[in-house]
């Protein structure tokens, strides 16, 4: 049972491998070649294959074949096996001119056929076939303002030494490069290049025909250089330089009819991240909404601000905007992001306008608009409430007449002299004891704010700071009522607002605040029409 298990195991195995063949890859160390020259033809599976199973019999009618050799390696990365398999045959061309290299083919997995250059000459320059560059505008029309992505690549057949590719050149327009450079490998007529390739970002100042001059390569690079005996060669250090073509960018004038802000992308959306689940807001809780606008292939420097006008009952502490840009599939994404914390300082029902951008569409040559819309919320808390003073009872004055008539007006004189004291006294104790029962509320705030400033809790300074100034003026004080007071407590009260919703959060110190309410009470009171007063309807 065993054997059995382990014998299908092995089938398996093998089918897998046999499955695993997906590439079939052909190339050659030189094209073109002298007459005398040999060249070096590398066939590679990605697979484990057997030697026997490439049929090479097709190259016998245009090369002489020579010595062939076969390698097989394995390579493990993150456990994952990638197996390859190897050979490498000496040609030398029988004729001169262009000489076909037949297609390889196993198990249905076939390579491409090469056409290889035979010159009539011994030797021949390979500069341009070792090394060279091309560039790209990957969109050739644009409007004034719209970036166009510039696309260059360096191809090296030979090992680079050392080397430095230029930046292209355009008038009337900004290039910068975008990303980082990318390599990979790639076969051109036959031969295995390393690639190095850069994308730049150009965005017209000016309309018209602009011509973007191609970056130059310069360096050195190792050649294989043949000895004197003509059987050993060796490397050798040559300077190459190479260059592109020239290019023309047609740029295009915005519309007569636009107006505002000129911005146009190939594509723009506009979303907003709020606070879904809530249905309604406290008093003084900071809300966190989030703006996010996407634009493709458009200039970074032209992209719009998100900033709304808010009703004056909302207080709105934005972030500075973050922008960043990728490159996706070929074009440039440009993405700002502004989040804000908006902080109510008024019970009631309020409208966050629509946020409206709108842009440019090159493809369908109209003006859009990309829109988040109104939406309304709901504010609720409770004010700080003055304290009901309890009113003093009435007072009782009680007489006695007395037993003999001729003594009752001497009695009354006193009785009543006695009574007007008596009454005077109660009546200043009753204004006693409302002033202490006004003064109570204001004390018991004035501790607690007291207490947060020194703890430095910026939330409890706001609550006690309305606390005290509703019991002290009788009337419910909201934050824009009390930064009416005074310049010097609004701006204490604004600092703490910052500290506490703001991006640059830290210590909250609480004796601007202190001192503003103690300059308020110091101020001259011989106005009746006082800041404090004028809040009393």
Same mark, same amino acid.
């Given at each position: 049972?065993?054997?059995?298990?382990?014998?299908?195991?092995?089938?398996?195995?093998?089918?897998?491998?046999?499955?695993?063949?997906?590439?079939?890859?052909?190339?050659?160390?030189?094209?073109?070649?002298?007459?005398?020259?040999?060249?070096?033809?590398?066939?590679?599976?990605?697979?484990?294959?057997?030697?026997?199973?490439?049929?090479?019999?097709?190259?016998?009618?245009?090369?002489?074949?020579?010595?062939?050799?076969?390698?097989?390696?394995?390579?493990?990365?993150?456990?994952?096996?990638?197996?390859?398999?190897?050979?490498?045959?000496?040609?030398?061309?029988?004729?001169?001119?262009?000489?076909?290299?037949?297609?390889?083919?196993?198990?249905?997995?076939?390579?491409?056929?090469?056409?290889?250059?035979?010159?009539?000459?011994?030797?021949?320059?390979?500069?341009?076939?070792?090394?060279?560059?091309?560039?790209?505008?990957?969109?050739?029309?644009?409007?004034?303002?719209?970036?166009?992505?510039?696309?260059?690549?360096?191809?090296?057949?030979?090992?680079?030494?050392?080397?430095?590719?230029?930046?292209?050149?355009?008038?009337?327009?900004?290039?910068?490069?975008?990303?980082?450079?990318?390599?990979?490998?790639?076969?051109?007529?036959?031969?295995?290049?390393?690639?190095?390739?850069?994308?730049?970002?150009?965005?017209?100042?000016?309309?018209?025909?602009?011509?973007?001059?191609?970056?130059?390569?310069?360096?050195?690079?190792?050649?294989?250089?043949?000895?004197?005996?003509?059987?050993?060669?060796?490397?050798?250090?040559?300077?190459?330089?190479?260059?592109?073509?020239?290019?023309?960018?047609?740029?295009?004038?915005?519309?007569?009819?636009?107006?505002?802000?000129?911005?146009?992308?190939?594509?723009?959306?506009?979303?907003?991240?709020?606070?879904?689940?809530?249905?309604?807001?406290?008093?003084?809780?900071?809300?966190?909404?989030?703006?996010?606008?996407?634009?493709?292939?458009?200039?970074?420097?032209?992209?719009?601000?998100?900033?709304?006008?808010?009703?004056?009952?909302?207080?709105?502490?934005?972030?500075?905007?973050?922008?960043?840009?990728?490159?996706?599939?070929?074009?440039?994404?440009?993405?700002?992001?502004?989040?804000?914390?908006?902080?109510?300082?008024?019970?009631?029902?309020?409208?966050?306008?629509?946020?409206?951008?709108?842009?440019?569409?090159?493809?369908?040559?109209?003006?859009?608009?990309?829109?988040?819309?109104?939406?309304?919320?709901?504010?609720?808390?409770?004010?700080?409430?003055?304290?009901?003073?309890?009113?003093?009872?009435?007072?009782?004055?009680?007489?006695?007449?007395?037993?003999?008539?001729?003594?009752?007006?001497?009695?009354?004189?006193?009785?009543?002299?006695?009574?007007?004291?008596?009454?005077?006294?109660?009546?200043?104790?009753?204004?006693? #004891?409302?002033?202490?029962?006004?003064? @109570? /509320?204001?004390?018991? &705030?004035?501790? =607690? $704010?007291? %207490? *947060?400033? !020194?703890?430095?809790?910026?939330?409890?300074?706001?609550?006690?700071?309305?606390?005290?100034?509703?019991?002290?003026?009788?009337?419910?004080?909201?934050?824009?009522?009390?930064?009416?007071?005074?310049?010097?407590?609004?701006?204490?009260?604004?600092?703490?607002?910052?500290?506490?919703?703001?991006? #640059?959060?830290?210590?909250?110190?609480? @004796? /601007?605040?202190?001192? &503003?309410?103690? =300059? $308020?009470? %110091? *101020?001259? !009171?011989?106005?009746?029409?006082?800041?404090?007063?004028?809040?009393?309807?």
């Amino acid at each position: 049972m065993v054997k059995q298990l382990l014998t299908g195991l092995f089938l398996l195995t093998v089918t897998s491998h046999s499955w695993a063949l997906s590439r079939l890859d052909a190339s050659v160390d030189k094209n073109p070649v002298g007459r005398d020259e040999s060249l070096v033809l590398t066939i590679v599976a990605d697979d484990e294959v057997e030697a026997s199973r490439l049929d090479t019999s097709g190259l016998m009618r245009n090369f002489l074949v020579g010595r062939t050799s076969m390698s097989r390696s394995t390579r493990i990365v993150n456990f994952d096996s990638h197996k390859e398999t190897r050979w490498q045959i000496l040609l030398t061309p029988r004729n001169t001119g262009t000489l076909q290299i037949p297609a390889f083919s196993i198990d249905g997995v076939s390579s491409d056929p090469i056409s290889l250059t035979v010159s009539k000459r011994e030797s021949v320059d390979r500069t341009s076939s070792t090394l060279f560059v091309t560039s790209e505008l990957l969109q050739a029309n644009v409007y004034l303002g719209q970036m166009a992505l510039y696309k260059v690549k360096l191809f090296l057949a030979v090992d680079l030494q050392r080397g430095d590719l230029s930046v292209p050149a355009i008038e009337g327009a900004r290039i910068k490069q975008l990303g980082e450079d990318k390599e990979s490998m790639d076969i051109v007529n036959g031969r295995r290049f390393r690639v190095i390739e850069r994308v730049y970002g150009i965005t017209p100042d000016k309309a018209g025909t602009l011509i973007v001059k191609p970056p130059v390569f310069e360096g050195d690079v190792l050649v294989p250089v043949r000895g004197n005996g003509g059987m050993f060669s060796f490397n050798e250090s040559r300077p190459m330089r190479a260059t592109g073509k020239e290019q023309q960018l047609l740029v295009k004038d915005k519309p007569e009819s636009w107006r505002g802000n000129w911005f146009v992308a190939d594509l723009v959306a506009l979303k907003e991240e709020f606070p879904e689940d809530v249905e309604e807001f406290a008093l003084g809780t900071p809300i966190t909404r989030t703006l996010t606008l996407l634009a493709s292939n458009a200039d970074e420097t032209s992209l719009p601000s998100l900033a709304s006008v808010l009703p004056a009952e909302l207080k709105t502490y934005p972030e500075k905007p973050e922008v960043q840009t990728f490159l996706r599939d070929e074009q440039l994404v440009v993405q700002l992001r502004l989040t804000e914390a908006i902080v109510p300082n008024e019970v009631g029902t309020f409208e966050l306008p629509a946020i409206e951008v709108p842009w440019w569409n090159p493809h369908l040559k109209k003006r859009e608009v990309a829109v988040i819309p109104a939406r309304t919320i709901r504010v609720t808390g409770v004010m700080p409430q003055t304290a009901v003073l309890p009113q003093p009872g009435p007072v009782t004055v009680q007489t006695d007449a007395g037993f003999w008539p001729w003594l009752a007006a001497f009695f009354a004189l006193g009785w009543l002299a006695t009574a007007a004291g008596w009454f005077s006294s109660r009546k200043r104790q009753a204004v006693g #004891q409302e002033e202490t029962l006004n003064a @109570a /509320p204001q004390s018991a &705030a004035k501790g =607690a $704010l007291e %207490q *947060a400033c !020194a703890a430095g809790d910026g939330k409890a300074m706001l609550n006690m700071t309305l606390a005290y100034l509703s019991a002290q003026t009788g009337d419910n004080v909201t934050l824009e009522k009390a930064k009416s007071l005074s310049p010097q407590l609004a701006a204490a009260l604004d600092a703490i607002q910052r500290a506490l919703y703001g991006k #640059q959060q830290g210590a909250i110190d609480g @004796a /601007p605040l202190l001192q &503003a309410l103690k =300059a $308020l009470q %110091q *101020a001259p !009171a011989k106005n009746p029409d006082t800041a404090l007063k004028s809040l009393n309807p």
